[in-house]
């Protein structure tokens, strides 16, 4: 299993819309992806308008080629993109513990 987690600023007076959005973009898309495991977002307190997305995947390529590379992608995009302040930062981990 592998975990991608994005970093994702929105405008600050975006985040309750923005939190609706991915909410829906995550069950209606993301979790139809092939590889796809889990996921769960998080809004910081700290930050307004900082998210924080985990998504299991079976594999890197699952969502590096499978997902990305689909026209889910253009769709999850659609629906999330317009919100973005700036790109998301984007990494995968691997389970230690």
Same mark, same amino acid.
């Given at each position: 299993?592998? *975990?991608? *987690?994005?970093?994702?600023?929105?405008?600050?007076? +975006? $985040? &309750?819309? /923005?939190?609706?959005?991915?909410?829906? &973009?995550? @069950? @209606?898309?993301?979790? $139809?992806?092939?590889?796809? $495991?889990?996921?769960?977002? =998080?809004?910081?307190?700290?930050?307004?308008?900082? /998210? %924080?997305? $985990?998504?299991? =995947?079976? @594999?890197?390529?699952?969502? @590096? %080629?499978?997902?990305?590379?689909?026209?889910? /992608?253009?769709? =999850?995009? &659609? *629906? *999330?993109? !317009?919100?973005? &302040?700036? !790109? !998301?930062?984007?990494?995968? /981990? +691997? %389970? %230690?513990?």
């Amino acid at each position: 299993m592998v *975990i991608e *987690i994005a970093d994702i600023r929105v405008r600050a007076e +975006d $985040k &309750a819309a /923005f939190a609706e959005a991915i909410a829906r &973009a995550a @069950t @209606t898309v993301l979790a $139809k992806a092939q590889g796809y $495991k889990g996921h769960s977002i =998080w809004a910081c307190q700290e930050t307004a308008g900082r /998210f %924080v997305l $985990k998504v299991e =995947w079976e @594999t890197l390529e699952a969502h @590096t %080629v499978g997902f990305r590379q689909s026209p889910a /992608f253009a769709e =999850w995009r &659609a *629906i *999330i993109g !317009p919100f973005f &302040a700036q !790109p !998301p930062h984007v990494e995968h /981990f +691997d %389970v %230690v513990a």
